[in-house]
């Protein structure tokens, strides 16, 4: 009998910490003209002389810190939703996962779904707050693979869940069960969102408003103030503001002693949230005169996460499934 098939996707990571795994992801990962809104004949010769040529050996050094036993954290942690969520859905439904920059690639894990027997395919780009540069580009990414396809499935896509009551709720009982387990109580609450060149929100990015939103619902959720930054800034164009690394060296001589940092537009934690939050901007903001520093880790596969997925996909599955 036909199968369903669900795809979990995530942004991406190099096969292994060192040069050349960091230098070929990197490669295909900013040559991605959703990624990097400049001219190919342009951008090329930058990328392949000194972007190539130095950025690898630092990033490697990064994801060094952040590596697990199991491999890359992003991959670890979507794997561990895929599992379990496996079976939620009733023997008919197949999960898996890929990566848009990669392994598992997108283009092998839907062949493996249709030469499964899934003839649908409900496909869930695991970003909150859409962005061009990663939901659009992982639906890019399926469309393409599709196009090769003789017998193609129908495809379902995961909207964006930015402002679902099901997220906020997911987000709140998540922060606050890790709130709660902290040793000192937090004079400021941080949400660290991805950042993203001004110029991609001028020319129509809803990222910028819906991770607003975000932090807007989880503070009255929360009954609390909720900072919002941006992170991961990254050539000389001007980035959303104000950056998280900045904030955070100035806080302490402003009389702000401890903070908790959450990055809600993460699905799972990443090299930018456990070596770029978590080591760097714990550094700076000690660094600066700050007391205690915390970095909540993102829904991961926690319980919240599957209830949210659970509900998320179900949603999707409508009319497919019973």
């Given at each position: 009998m ?24 990197l ?6 003209p ?55 859905f ?35 780009p ?27 499935p ?54 910028h ?22 992170q ?26 401890t ?13 930018e ?5 978590g ?25 919240e ?18």
């Amino acid at each position: 009998m036909p199968r369903i098939g669900v795809l979990l996707i995530n942004l991406g990571t190099p096969d292994a910490p060192d040069a050349g795994a960091v230098r070929r992801y990197l490669a295909e990962f900013l040559s991605d003209p959703r990624v990097v809104e400049i001219p190919q004949w342009l951008w090329q010769p930058i990328l392949r002389g000194p972007i190539l040529l130095t950025r690898p050996r630092k990033s490697a050094h990064a994801y060094a810190q952040v590596w697990t036993k199991e491999g890359s954290p992003l991959a670890v942690n979507t794997r561990d939703v895929a599992i379990a969520l496996q079976g939620r859905f009733g023997s008919e439904v197949m999960i898996d996962w890929a990566m848009r920059y990669g392994n598992p690639s997108i283009a092998s894990r839907l062949a493996a779904l249709d030469e499964a027997g899934c003839d649908r395919i409900v496909v869930a780009p695991l970003y909150p707050q859409y962005c061009g540069a990663t939901t659009a580009t992982a639906v890019d990414c399926v469309s393409a693979a599709l196009a090769k396809m003789r017998a193609q499935p129908a495809i379902r896509t995961l909207p964006p869940y930015f402002d679902d009551p099901a997220y906020i709720e997911a987000l709140k009982m998540s922060v606050q069960r890790q709130l709660d387990a902290l040793d000192f109580e937090p004079d400021l609450l941080i949400a660290s969102f991805h950042g993203m060149p001004e110029r991609t929100k001028t020319l129509g990015d809803p990222y910028h408003e819906q991770s607003l939103e975000t932090a807007r619902l989880l503070t009255q959720a929360l009954e609390r103030d909720v900072r919002v930054t941006f992170q991961s800034r990254f050539g000389r164009a001007k980035w959303l503001g104000p950056a998280t690394d900045e904030t955070l060296k100035s806080l302490p001589p402003k009389g702000v002693r401890t903070v908790a940092v959450l990055t809600p537009g993460f699905s799972a934690d990443c090299l930018e949230t456990l070596e770029e939050i978590g080591i760097r901007g714990r550094d700076d903001f000690l660094a600066a005169g700050g007391q205690k520093f915390a970095h909540l880790p993102c829904l991961n596969a926690s319980p919240e996460a599957i209830k949210l997925y659970e509900n998320l996909i179900g949603r999707e599955l409508a009319g497919w499934v019973s």
